[in-house]
């Protein structure tokens, strides 16, 4: 297996040594982890982000296997076990860390410790409820939440839009599974890529969406 300091190195040559110690410095908390969470930590670990946290509750199902980052063989397992050993597969050195738990208002405090936390739920009353509570809660944290990204229109549609100086929002702010048409896996692994995007560039000290 590749050394630390040999995958450091990789890293370091692609993004530069300056913004690889920021993302090496940096710890994300990834909120859900289905079709937007699986994919934005694949790309985070691939970064060589040091800290990631997933939170999610839920097991691996068949239903999940045309979008998320689980394998057919995962199936039944808790989501928060199964992402954490594919992520290990990814990037060996990184520090990740999962919980079993379904995120309320009540035990939001988990989060703390987080630079950026990132809301990747599938459902609205979920999303509304940790975007509220950071909000109120944890002000000086970035926060980076989806909304949108169902059927098969246009990719150009998904945009990066800031609402505030620290609150992002990703997705084409409109389309819903309720609309006849599901999640498609690469219309939500596109908006997941500007979730992920934003994350990279606020770690690099780039804020404009």
């Given at each position: 297996?590749?050394?630390?300091?040999?995958?450091?190195?990789?890293?370091?040559?692609?993004?530069?040594?300056?913004?690889?110690?920021?993302?090496?410095?940096?710890?994300?908390?990834?909120?859900?982890?289905?079709?937007?969470?699986?994919?934005?930590?694949?790309?985070?670990?691939?970064?060589?982000?040091?800290?990631?946290?997933?939170?999610?509750?839920?097991?691996?199902?068949?239903?999940?296997?045309?979008?998320?980052?689980?394998?057919?063989?995962?199936?039944?397992?808790?989501?928060?076990?199964?992402?954490?050993?594919?992520?290990?597969?990814?990037?060996?050195?990184?520090?990740?860390?999962?919980?079993?738990?379904?995120?309320?208002?009540e035990n939001i405090?988990?989060?703390?410790?987080?630079?950026?936390?990132?809301?990747?739920?599938?459902?609205?009353?979920?999303?509304?409820?940790?975007?509220?509570?950071?909000?109120?809660?944890?002000?000086?944290?970035?926060?980076?939440?989806?909304?949108?990204?169902?059927?098969?229109?246009?990719?150009?549609?998904?945009?990066?839009?800031?609402?505030?100086?620290?609150?992002?929002?990703?997705?084409?702010?409109?389309?819903?599974?309720?609309?006849?048409?599901?999640?498609?896996?690469?219309?939500?692994?596109?908006?997941?890529?500007?979730?992920?995007?934003?994350?990279?560039r606020i770690i690099?000290?780039?804020?404009?969406?």
């Amino acid at each position: 297996m590749l050394s630390e300091k040999e995958i450091y190195s990789a890293l370091a040559a692609r993004h530069g040594e300056d913004i690889q110690k920021k993302f090496a410095a940096a710890s994300v908390a990834v909120c859900g982890l289905g079709g937007l969470g699986s994919n934005i930590a694949v790309s985070l670990a691939r970064a060589g982000i040091g800290n990631i946290h997933l939170i999610d509750f839920d097991r691996v199902d068949i239903s999940n296997i045309n979008r998320q980052q689980y394998y057919i063989s995962q199936i039944g397992e808790y989501k928060a076990d199964a992402l954490l050993n594919n992520l290990k597969n990814i990037s060996p050195y990184t520090v990740i860390t999962s919980q079993r738990i379904k995120l309320s208002e009540e035990n939001i405090n988990i989060l703390a410790p987080y630079d950026i936390i990132c809301e990747a739920f599938d459902k609205a009353d979920m999303k509304a409820m940790l975007v509220n509570a950071v909000l109120e809660n944890f002000p000086d944290k970035y926060l980076i939440s989806g909304n949108g990204m169902a059927g098969f229109g246009s990719s150009n549609d998904i945009v990066t839009r800031r609402l505030s100086k620290k609150f992002y929002i990703c997705g084409d702010g409109k389309s819903d599974i309720s609309d006849g048409i599901g999640l498609v896996s690469a219309r939500v692994a596109v908006c997941a890529a500007h979730q992920a995007n934003m994350i990279l560039r606020i770690i690099a000290g780039f804020y404009d969406a």
